[in-house]
C-alpha cells in the first residue's frame, strides 16, 4: 500500500464568472464552462465549486458541483438536473455571470509511485474523473496504466464514454444495471471481477466517485485487497469554506467536514458502517 | 444638498459598534474561515460560534436540509470547547479591528458562570453572546432560555463574575418573549439578540424518515424574517432593552425592516453561506442609504416606525 | 401486484371523512365562492371561515403582504355574524356531500358558548373548530388560546353546550402546545388543528411605516410548513389526540409530511389562492400513492415517522 | 349625471391557457396575448386575469392583469415590470402555457346614455383603457364622443398612444410630468384644464384607472362637476374569488372587495379620505 499523500488545498475565492457556455451533452445532463482569472488558484481534480444558481431565496443555498476540468482561465463542470437548482442553472446562456466559491476542498492526491491508476465512477460520479485522469497522464510515468470503471442505470444514461475511450492509454469499462451496455450489474460488481483476476496489486491506487452505496463497496474491496484509495463523499454542502459544521460525515475518529476535509477523503478514515 | 458625513456607529448599551452589522453566531465560524473572502475589519462586529466548556462534537449528520427560503439546520453547537478556543481562535480575533463578541452555551447555569469568568479575563472581547435558546441542544430539561426567573438568575449572577456585556440570545420558540426580555433587563443584561432559529423539522416522506439525523433543527433564513421583526417590534415596543435584530437579513432593505422595528444593531447569519460579503454591502449601503435620506446618524433610525396611532 | 381498492377515508375522534384533505378556515370562505372552481362535493370536508356572534368588519386595509415563501394576512375575522352565516351561507353548505366544519371565534367564553349553542342545532354541521388563536384579533386581554386552564375551561363548557365535536385550533405563537393540547384533551375535544398562522410582520422600508394596516399580521405558506410539522410531530408523540395538521401545505408530499409526523387529517390554506384545485389533486395522488406504495388504508400511515432510536 | 348600471361580471374559469405572444412594446413593458378557449365568458372593459407566475413558492401569489383586449378565443394583457413576478412573466415565451384565473371581477359599465366619454389614464392605467374605447365605440351612438386623456412621468414612458390616435373618433390629449410630450403637469391637471373650459357636462360619463392619488383627484372633479366617474382600484389580490377579504379598500358603507365588487367601482362609493 502507498502512503497517504497531503492532499493539496490551494487559497480559493468568491467572484463572478463569465459563463462560456452551457450546452445540453445529452437530455438532463450539461457541460458548463466558464472564464475564471487566470490569476485563479490552480484547480485539482475532485475539488468543486460552490455556485449560486438563481437571484431570488429559493433555492437558498449555493450549489456544489465538481469540477470536471481546469485549464487556466478557464474551468467546466458536468451536471445533471435533478432538481430546482440544476434546472436554473441549466438556463445559463453564454454571456451570464454566475457568483461561484472556489476551488473548494480538498482533491485527489495522485499517487506517483502507483503504476496501477484505477478509477471508478458511478453514475455523475465519472465528471471529476475525466480531470483526474488527464492529470494522471500528465504526472506520471509512462510505464504506469490507468483504468477506469464506470457504472450507469442503463445504456441511456452513460456519459463521458467518449472522453475516456479517446485516450488508448486509458483502459474503459462500463457497467449498466440492466445490461444494456457493457458489463450487466454494478459497477462495483465489474471492479470486484477485474480485481479477483489480478494476481498482484502491489503499487496499485484507487479513486473513486459516485453513490455512497458504490463507495462502500469499493472502500470495503480496497481493505481486502490493500490498495491505498480515496474517495469522494456527497453531503450537503452549506458555507462550503468549514464555516458551519454542516456538511460532516462520520470518520473513524469523529465528525469530518466534506467541503474542508473532503470531498476527496482516504477511505481508511471514513467510519462506513 | 451640503455634503456631510454619515454616522455609522452604533450603541447597545456599553458597547460601541463602528457600524451596525454584525454576524451571527454559528454562521461565521471563528472568522479565519472567512477571512480570505472577507475584509473582516470591516464588519461591525463578529459574534464567534458558541463555544462551551467541554469540547462537543455536535449532531449526527445529516445536519442541513433545504425549506422554501428557509434553512434548517442541527449542527448541535459542535465545538473543540474554551481552552481550545483561547488557544486557537483567539490569538487570530485578538488582531481584529473590531467588535469581538463570543457567544457561550452551557448546560446548567454553573456552565455558564465559568465561561463567563475564563473569558472576562481575555482583553480582546467586548461582550458575551449568552445563547440561551439553542434549539438544537436535547438535554431533557427545560431550556433556560424558556422560563424568564432562569434567565434573570443567570444573566444576575454572571454580572458578579464578570464585568464584560451580556447578550441574552433568545429564540422564538417561545411565545414569551416579552417577559424574558424584561426578565434579562432587570437583571442588568447590556442587550437581547433576537432571534435564534425556530424549531422546526422536515421529513423525507420517500423514506419516511426525518431528513436531519437529529430529527429537530432550527429553521433561519428568509422565511423567519416577518417573525423575527414583529418580535423585535413586541420587545422594543414594551422593553427597555437594546435588541440586536437578526433572522433572515439577506440585503439592506431587511436589515432596516428589524432597525426601524428597534433593532440597536443587526446580525446577518444564514446570507453569510450564501455570500461571504454580503455584510460589506449592506454596510455600504447602508451609507448610501443614510446620506440619501439626508439622515445623519444610523442611530436616528432604531425604532423610528411610524404606526400611526 | 393483484389490483386493490385503497381506502382514503380518514377519522378524527368522532368525525368520519372520506378522505383525509380538507380546506383551512378563512381559505375557502363559505365554499360558494370556489364552487365554480372545484368540485366541493370531492374534499375532505370544508372548514368554513370563521364567525363569530356580531359582525365584524375586520382590520384596516392593506391587509395582505408577500413575504419569501410566505403570506402575511391581517385579515380580522371579518365576517357578518352568525345570524347572516346561518340565513345566508348555511343553506349552501347544507347541500354538500362532505364533512362540514365550522370555525368559531369569540371574544370571551360565553361568546363561544353562544355561538356553539346555535349551531349545534344545525343538522348539517359535522364539528366545530373553536379558533382561539387567531392572530389578528387585538382583543387587549390574553388570547384564550395562550393559557391551557382556559383552553381546558372553555372546551368543557363547549361540550356541555352542545353533543357536536370541537377541534381548538391552537397557534405557534406559543411555546407550549403541548401543554395546551394536553388541556384540549383532558377536557374532552374532539381533535386539535395545528397550526393557525404565526404572528409576524412586515415593514416599508421606504415609507418607514409597516405594511399592513394593522401592523402585526398572521404568517402562512410554505415558508411556516417546518414549524408546524415540528409541532405536530411534537405534540403526536406526547399527547393522545387526533391532530388536523396544516401549514404550508402545497403539494402531496408536504401533506405526507404532516400525516407522518402524525396529523389524522390535513388543510390545504393559503395555497388554494394559488390554485383553486390544489387539494383535489392531492387526494387524487394520494390514491395513486398508497396504490403503489401497496398501503391498503390511509390511516395507516398516520404517525409512521421513523426515528431510529 | 346618469344612473349607474349594473356592473356585469360573467362567469370565470382557472385553466391552463397558451400563449400566443409576448413582446416588449417599450423597455420593461410587454404585451402578452394567450389564447382561451372560445366558450370563455366575454370579458368586460376592466376585468382583470390572475396569472400565476412561475412555478416555486417564490412569488408565492398569482399576479392580477386588466384585460387590455378580448376578443374570442383571445386576450390581451399589457404589463410593466415591476418587480419579481412580472419579470418571471417578461420570460414566457409563445407556445408556454400559464395558469390562469379569470374574468375576474367587475368592469366598467358603458354608460349607454352619455354623449361624452371621458377616459382618464395614469401609467398602467392604460392598459385596460383601449380595450374600453374598442367597446365604447362599437356599442354607442354616433354622435357621442371619446376624449382619451393619459399621464406619463415622461415621454419615454408613453404606451399606447398609437392605439389610440389610430382612430379619428377618439380625442386624445397626453401629460407628461416633465412636459417632456404634450401636456405640463398630472393628467389630472390636463383633465381639470379640460373641464373648466366645458360649459356643460351633461351626458358626460368619466372612466378613470391609474394611481390612487389621480383617482382620487378626477373623483373629487367628478362630484364637483357632476359627472358620473367610474374608477379602477388597486390592492395586493390574493385569492382573487372573493373568499378571503384580503383586498378590500373603505367604503362609504364599509370595506369592499377588489376582485369582486370591483377593481372598477362607482367613485360615490368609496371613502376617499
Ligand atoms: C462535493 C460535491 C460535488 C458534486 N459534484 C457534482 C457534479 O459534478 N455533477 C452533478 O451533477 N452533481 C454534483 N453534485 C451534486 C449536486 O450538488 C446536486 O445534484 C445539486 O446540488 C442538486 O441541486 P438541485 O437544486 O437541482 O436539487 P435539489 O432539489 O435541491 O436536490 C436534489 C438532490 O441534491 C442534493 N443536494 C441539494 N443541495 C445540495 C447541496 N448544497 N450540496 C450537496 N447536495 C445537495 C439533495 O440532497 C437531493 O438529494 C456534487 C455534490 C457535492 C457535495
Ligand atoms: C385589478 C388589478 C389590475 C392590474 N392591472 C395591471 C395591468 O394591466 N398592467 C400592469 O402592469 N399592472 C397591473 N396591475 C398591477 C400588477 O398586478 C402588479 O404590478 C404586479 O402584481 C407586480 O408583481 P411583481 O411580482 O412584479 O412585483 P412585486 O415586487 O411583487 O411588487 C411590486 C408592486 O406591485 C404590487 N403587487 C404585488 N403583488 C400584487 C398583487 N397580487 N396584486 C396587486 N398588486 C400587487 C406591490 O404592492 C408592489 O407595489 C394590476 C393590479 C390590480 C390589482
Ligand atoms: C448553521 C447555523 C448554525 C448556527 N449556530 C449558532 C450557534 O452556534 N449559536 C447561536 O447562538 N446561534 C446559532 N445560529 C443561529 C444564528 O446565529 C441566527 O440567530 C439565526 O440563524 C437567525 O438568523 P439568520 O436567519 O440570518 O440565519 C446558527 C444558525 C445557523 C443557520
Ligand atoms: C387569508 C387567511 C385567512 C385566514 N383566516 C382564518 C380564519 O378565519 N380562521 C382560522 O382559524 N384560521 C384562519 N387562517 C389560518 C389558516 O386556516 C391556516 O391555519 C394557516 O393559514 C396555516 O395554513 P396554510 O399555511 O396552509 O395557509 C387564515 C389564513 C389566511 C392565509
Ligand atoms: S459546508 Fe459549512 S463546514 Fe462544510
Ligand atoms: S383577493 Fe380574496 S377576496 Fe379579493
Same mark, same amino acid.
Given at each position: 500500500m502507498l502512503h497517504q499523500q497531503k492532499i493539496f488545498s490551494p487559497a480559493a475565492e468568491n467572484i463572478r464568472v463569465k459563463v462560456l457556455s452551457n450546452r445540453?451533452?445529452?437530455?438532463g445532463h450539461f457541460r458548463l464552462a466558464f472564464r475564471v482569472p487566470v490569476s485563479f488558484p490552480e484547480a485539482v481534480p475532485g475539488q468543486f465549486v460552490h455556485i449560486k444558481v438563481g437571484?431570488?431565496?429559493?433555492?437558498?443555498l449555493r450549489r456544489p458541483f465538481s469540477i470536471s476540468n481546469y485549464t487556466p482561465g478557464k474551468i467546466q463542470i458536468i451536471y445533471a438536473v435533478v432538481g430546482q437548482g440544476t434546472k436554473i442553472l441549466s438556463h445559463a446562456k453564454r454571456g451570464d455571470y454566475l457568483d461561484m466559491l472556489g476551488p473548494a476542498g480538498k482533491g485527489f492526491c495522485i499517487?506517483?509511485?502507483?503504476k496501477t491508476h484505477l478509477l471508478i465512477g458511478g453514475g455523475m460520479g465519472a465528471a471529476p474523473l475525466v480531470f483526474l485522469a488527464r492529470k494522471i497522464l500528465k504526472k506520471v510515468k509512462k510505464d504506469s496504466s490507468i483504468s477506469v470503471f464506470l457504472g450507469f442505470k442503463t445504456k441511456q444514461e452513460i456519459i463521458l464514454k467518449e472522453e475516456f475511450a479517446k485516450n488508448s492509454i486509458i483502459g474503459l469499462q462500463i457497467a449498466t444495471e440492466d445490461g444494456s451496455f457493457g458489463y450487466r450489474g454494478l459497477v462495483s460488481e465489474l471492479f470486484e471481477d477485474y480485481l479477483k483476476k489480478i494476481s498482484s496489486t502491489s503499487k496499485f491506487s484507487i479513486y473513486a466517485c459516485g453513490p455512497l452505496q458504490m463507495l462502500k463497496t469499493v472502500a470495503r474491496l480496497s481493505f481486502d485487497y490493500d490498495i491505498f484509495s480515496q474517495v469522494s463523499m456527497e453531503e450537503i454542502i452549506c458555507c462550503g469554506v468549514g464555516a458551519c459544521r454542516g456538511c460532516v460525515i462520520k470518520g473513524t475518529a469523529g465528525y469530518m467536514r466534506v467541503c474542508q476535509e473532503g470531498p476527496v477523503f482516504d477511505a481508511k478514515k471514513i467510519s462506513w458502517s | 444638498m451640503d455634503k456631510f458625513n454619515v454616522e455609522l456607529a452604533a450603541t447597545i448599551g456599553r458597547v460601541k459598534l463602528k457600524n451596525p452589522v454584525l454576524v451571527a453566531a454559528g454562521t461565521f465560524g471563528y472568522g479565519e474561515e472567512y477571512a480570505k473572502y472577507v475584509d *473582516? #475589519?470591516? *464588519? !461591525?462586529g463578529l459574534i464567534a460560534k458558541t463555544i462551551t466548556l467541554k469540547p462537543r462534537k455536535g449532531n449526527p449528520p445529516p445536519r442541513l436540509t433545504e425549506t422554501p427560503a428557509g434553512l434548517l439546520n442541527s449542527i448541535g453547537l459542535e465545538n473543540s470547547g474554551i481552552d481550545s478556543f483561547i488557544e486557537k481562535n483567539l490569538p487570530f480575533l485578538h488582531n481584529l479591528k473590531t467588535a469581538l463578541i463570543v457567544s457561550i452555551a452551557g448546560e446548567n447555569e454553573e456552565d455558564y458562570l465559568r465561561l463567563a469568568d475564563r473569558l472576562g479575563k481575555e482583553k480582546c472581547i467586548h461582550a458575551l453572546e449568552v445563547n440561551? =435558546?439553542?434549539? #438544537?441542544? #436535547? =438535554?431533557g430539561s427545560k431550556m433556560i432560555g424558556e422560563e424568564p426567573e432562569l434567565v434573570f438568575s443567570l444573566t444576575r449572577r454572571l454580572k458578579e463574575v464578570s464585568g464584560l456585556p451580556f447578550f441574552i440570545k433568545l429564540s422564538?420558540?417561545? !411565545?414569551r418573549m416579552v417577559e424574558l426580555s424584561q426578565a434579562a433587563r432587570e437583571a442588568g443584561a447590556e442587550a437581547v439578540s433576537l432571534i435564534n432559529s425556530i424549531p422546526a423539522m422536515a421529513i423525507d416522506v420517500d423514506k419516511m424518515c426525518p431528513k436531519l439525523g437529529n430529527v429537530v433543527g432550527g429553521l433561519s433564513g428568509p422565511a423567519i424574517r416577518a417573525i423575527a421583526v414583529k418580535i423585535v417590534w413586541e420587545v422594543h415596543s414594551k422593553v427597555d432593552i437594546p435588541i440586536i435584530g437578526m433572522g433572515g437579513i439577506m440585503s439592506l432593505e431587511d436589515a432596516l425592516e428589524f432597525v426601524l422595528a428597534g433593532a440597536s444593531a443587526v446580525a446577518v447569519g444564514t446570507a453569510n453561506f450564501i455570500d461571504p460579503q454580503v455584510s460589506l454591502k449592506i454596510i455600504d449601503e447602508l451609507e448610501h442609504y443614510l446620506y440619501e435620506k439626508k439622515i445623519r446618524s444610523f442611530s436616528e433610525l432604531v425604532g423610528k416606525l411610524k404606526t400611526g396611532g
Open positions: 445540453c451533452i445529452k437530455p437571484e431570488g431565496p429559493v433555492p437558498l499517487c506517483e509511485e502507483a | *473582516l #475589519n470591516k *464588519l !461591525g440561551v =435558546s439553542c434549539p #438544537n441542544v #436535547n =438535554s422564538a420558540q417561545i !411565545g
